[in-house]
């Protein structure tokens, strides 16, 4: 069984600045990629951004340049950064974590924590 937890949510007016973090735990034996998804109301989830375990690094196009992921490996942890928040940033933020079982990677998600951003 595997854990994935957020924290870091809240709210913020725009401009501003949140960090996301995430903690994975439980049996893992090497994770490959972290990441995070986001869902506003009425709309569907998207990818914000995504980190392999080399350390390479996809955004959305939506946030680019004002967010940044890293990761822990060694803590099984990743974060965002995020900058300059915008009204539409407001979403629900979800972990996720992929972990290598060898002959499968299997996805695991968090419960997902509230970003809002005022205006």
């Known amino acids: 069984q595997v854990h994935v937890v957020e924290s870091g949510g809240g709210l913020v007016q725009a401009g501003g600045s949140l960090r996301l973090s995430c903690v994975a735990s439980?049996?893992?034996?090497?994770?490959?990629?972290m990441g995070w998804y986001r869902q506003a109301p009425g709309k569907q989830r998207d990818l914000v951004a995504i980190?392999?375990?080399?350390?390479?690094?996809t955004y959305a196009d939506s946030v680019k340049g004002r967010f940044t992921i890293s990761r822990d490996s060694a803590k099984n942890t990743v974060y965002l950064q995020m900058n300059s928040l915008k009204p539409e940033d407001t979403a629900v933020y979800y972990c996720?974590?992929?972990?290598?079982?060898?002959?499968?990677?299997?996805?695991?998600w968090g419960q997902g924590t509230q970003v809002t951003v005022s205006s």
């Open positions: 439980g049996s893992i034996y090497s994770i490959n990629n």
């Open positions: 996720i974590t992929d972990v290598d079982y060898f002959a499968t990677i299997r996805r695991y």
């Open positions: 980190i392999t375990s080399g350390g390479s690094t």
